[in-house]
């Protein structure tokens, strides 16, 4: 029963981890002057919910998706 619950804790923190690298990558590639006013405020949760991210965790979702370059560097 322990395992089981460790493996979807797993699965769960991989998926956890592909989307909100996606995520890293999108912010860090938009162009905000183009979005509507209607999605700025959840465009700056977002943004500010990656901010707080510790960076090793950043690191690992932006490894799952295979960021690499400018995009990939976490700001600080």
Not at 16 to 30: D, E, I, K, P, S
Not at 60 to 65: M, R, T
Request: charged share 30%.
């Amino acid at each position: 029963m322990l395992r089981s619950e460790i493996e979807m804790l797993m699965s769960e923190r991989r998926t956890l981890l592909r989307v909100t690298g996606a995520a890293a990558v999108f912010v860090a590639n938009m162009d905000s002057k183009s979005l509507p006013q209607e999605t700025y405020e959840s465009a700056e949760m977002l943004a500010e919910g990656l901010n707080a991210l510790p960076e090793d965790t950043l690191r690992d979702a932006l490894d799952v998706v295979k960021a690499r370059g400018p995009a990939a560097e976490p700001k600080k």
